[in-house]
């Protein structure tokens, strides 16, 4: 009997016949927000816990592999050491949300209250230094606080915006190991997520993780410095390949055979009706380090390279297919240019469609039950004819999604598998 | 060095703020009127640019250029405009509404419609409904300008239609909205009186209700 791990390998392999693989929560691009997690656990009738925040940025819920067995999940996750905010999840604690939901947070997310109940937080939970991040009162997750330095142009130091990348410690190394260990026995695949080979990535460009970032790091300073900037663009991206490489020997003596994908960068190309630079500029400035990360790791390794993009991408689709990623996430099918059977038809021998199982801005949020299942059960149709499909939504499942609507989803896949 | 105004124009496009500004200083120190250099070169120049946009040659980093050169012109003319008491096209406050912090969106808008003849008061991000309400009557405004990038906060501008409604000063203004979640439909259901795809089409639009009022 073929176990999740085989299935998810026919799909990515372009392999058709067999069970749609679906994943939630072994990324920060595919996780569920915790208040979803807390709704679906309650519904499910599972054990009554606090959902362990698992991502701080986004506030994602950890999927347990009891709501995993629940909802039929066929991946797993395996991040690094640090989160977002440049502190490890260890020690948890509890925290009172903005919206009302205890959850359990690492012992260094901390975190001070303003009067307006803006929630404020600090990198590496250094509360001696300005906060890196901002939740309003009345929102779901955090947004960065840009921590711009005072720009001179003629001393611009692309050494200031690589403070970040380096070799990779012997102390990651090892989390990746127990990370392995604790998950040795699973029948899951194994998605890793490596650091340091997403290339102007802007979530991570203002450097949440860094008490005091340098160089340009307000994020409007580094979208013109990708037009106006790119030799010192070149020269941070060149250095930060150098180290990929580097650490990409390493992580393979670490994850070898037991993972199958690697999420590499995380990188937006689009917005909801464009780009944010021309296929040109995609080729002259991102591609040369794009190609040699995804060779070395396809020359080395059994891995399948995972690119997540938002928006409309589809004029970008023969460019990452060309640098040799495997997989694009998370497929908006609400942007421009992202319809479903068209993007199958043209990309579908070539890429895996890692996503685009259920539109998160319209369906999901605000339609019925009724809707949401009807668009689960297109997409599974359209996506995985001869394999190349990974269900999930479109990015996270977001705050507000109705409990009725999540399950419907879900439900909806185990109807297209045949599983009711 | 010999003013040719025709720098303004192109750094605008080309996004150069320093010759942009120095030409502008130059300018003015030599008594061109200040809005000439709005009407005859800098909201050309942001035309251009608008098209451009549309037509795929530039994208959101261009944008970004163009209006900041453009700003740092008019950072030295607006002084002198609001000295002599110049009217501009319309009015606008714009915002990005409450308990969303995005803020590149709201601010091309912003800018585009500066280029094209508004008057903009920012109001940042994280904005209530009723900080819109009471910028609308101190500054006179005749546009809103909503802006949401998350689907949980596209409900607080249905809040800030409402609290226009309550404060009974709803037909004063013309509201429109935009963001990536947002849609016509949406704009429709929440009583807007418009929805723009983007930065270029806002200032299309805003340019058609003024001429309509007129």
């Known amino acids: ?420 | 060095m010999p003013l040719d105004l025709q720098q303004l124009h192109d750094a605008v496009i080309t996004g150069d703020n320093k010759v942009s500004h120095s030409i502008t200083e130059q300018a003015l120190e030599e008594g061109i009127d200040p809005l000439s250099l709005v009407n005859e070169y800098m909201m050309p120049a942001m035309d251009e640019v608008g098209r451009r946009f549309e037509t795929n040659e530039y994208y959101v980093p261009e944008l970004l250029l163009s209006a900041r050169a453009m700003k740092a012109s008019l950072g030295l003319i607006r002084p002198l405009l609001t000295a002599c008491d110049v009217e501009p096209l319309g009015r606008v406050i714009s915002g990005t509404v409450k308990g969303d912090l995005h803020d590149i969106g709201k601010n091309l808008v912003g800018s585009m419609l500066e280029g094209g003849g508004f008057e903009v008061f920012d109001l940042g991000t994280d904005v209530a409904p009723e900080q819109f309400v009471e910028a609308a009557k101190e500054h006179k405004a005749h546009i809103i300008a909503l802006s949401a990038l998350l689907t949980t906060t596209m409900p607080s501008m249905k809040l800030t239609v409402e609290a226009f409604i309550e404060d009974g000063t709803r037909d004063q203004v013309k509201i429109f909205i935009g963001g990536a979640p947002v849609t016509q439909e949406f704009a429709d259901e929440i009583g807007a009186d418009g929805y723009s795809k983007n930065a270029v089409d806002a200032v299309a639009q805003a340019k058609q209700w003024m001429a309509a009022s007129a």
């Not at chain 1, 013109?224 to 390493?250: P, W």
């Not at chain 1, 390279?305 to 060309?322: L, Q, R």
């Open chain 1, 1 to 420: 009997m073929l176990t999740r791990r085989d299935h998810l390998r026919k799909t990515l392999a372009h392999e058709g016949g067999g069970r749609l693989p679906m994943d939630f929560g072994s990324t920060a691009v595919t996780g569920v927000h915790a208040s979803c997690v807390e709704q679906l656990r309650e519904h499910y009738g599972l054990e009554n816990r606090l959902v362990k925040i698992c991502e701080p940025y986004q506030m994602l819920g950890e999927v347990e592999e009891d709501l995993a067995e629940v909802m039929g999940i066929d991946t797993v996750g395996v991040v690094p050491l640090n989160t977002l905010f440049g502190f490890p999840n260890e020690n948890y604690k509890e925290f009172q949300t903005p919206w009302g939901q205890t959850v359990l947070v690492s012992e260094h997310f901390n975190t001070q209250v303003k009067p307006n109940g803006d929630v404020y937080i600090y990198p590496e939970g250094d509360m001696s230094v300005p906060p890196s991040g901002q939740m309003p009162s009345n929102g779901f997750f955090f947004d960065t606080i840009v921590r711009q330095p005072e720009i001179d142009e003629d001393n611009l130091d692309p050494e200031d915006n690589l403070e970040e990348f380096g070799l990779i410690s012997e102390e990651d190394l090892e989390h990746y190991r127990v990370e392995l260990d604790r998950l040795e026995g699973t029948d899951r695949a194994i998605v890793a997520t490596l650091g340091g080979m997403a290339f102007g990535d802007i979530a991570l460009v203002p450097a949440p993780f860094l008490k005091h970032p340098k160089g340009i790091r307000d994020i409007a300073e580094w979208y013109m410095s990708t037009a106006a900037r790119q030799e010192y663009i070149h020269d941070v991206f060149s250095k930060q390949c150098d180290y990929a490489l580097k650490n990409l020997e390493k992580l393979n003596e670490v994850l070898g055979e037991r993972i199958d994908v690697v999420f590499l960068c995380g990188t937006d190309f689009g917005t909801q009706t464009s780009t944010f630079c021309s296929p040109q500029t995609f080729s002259e400035l991102w591609a040369p380090y794009y190609r040699q990360v995804n060779d070395w790791i396809h020359r080395n390794t059994g891995w399948k390279t995972f690119k997540h993009s938002c928006g409309a991408v589809e004029t970008f689709m023969e460019h990452f297919i060309d640098v040799g990623f495997d997989i694009i996430n998370p497929v908006q099918c609400s942007a421009s240019g992202m319809e479903p059977r068209q993007l199958k038809e043209k990309y579908g021998e070539r890429l895996v469609f890692w996503g685009g199982g259920i539109d998160t801005q319209k369906t999901m949020p605000f339609g019925t039950p009724e809707e949401v299942r009807e668009q689960v059960l297109e997409r599974c149709e359209i996506f995985s004819r001869d394999g190349g499909f990974v269900f999930d939504s479109i990015h996270n499942l977001q705050a507000l999604s109705p409990v009725e609507n999540m399950v419907a989803m879900i439900d909806a896949v185990k109807e297209f598998n045949g599983e009711n």
